[in-house]
């Protein structure tokens, strides 16, 4: 009942906003597609990851303050990270593959 007063509340009283750093995180994200094999792209791709997760969280703890559009790019930036670092993954399985490093 208490949670059905809250959500009432924030519905009526205080609009949504977007999840804090959403579209900054996002182009971080996209940044570390292309460095992937970087050492910056590698960075990018951690700080995407973290500040993913701790929005994602936010968003799951109260759906209702935040804009969906935020969430999305939020979604977007996590998989563009995830890309990122599996492009990493298979250069250095390629490199090995080849046998640059012995």
Do not use: H, W
Request: glycine share 8%; proline share 3%.
């Amino acid at each position: 009942m208490e949670n059905e007063t809250l959500d009432s509340y924030i519905m009526t009283n205080e609009p949504q906003r977007d999840l804090e750093r959403a579209g900054g995180t996002l182009a971080m994200g996209i940044i570390s597609i292309p460095l992937s094999l970087n050492l910056i792209g590698i960075i990018l791709a951690v700080m995407t990851l973290t500040r993913t997760g701790k929005a994602m969280n936010d968003y799951k703890n109260n759906p209702l303050l935040y804009t969906e559009s935020s969430y999305k790019k939020m979604k977007a930036a996590r998989i563009c990270a995830i890309v990122s670092l599996s492009l990493l993954g298979t250069g250095i399985l390629a490199i090995f593959a080849i046998g640059g490093i012995s």
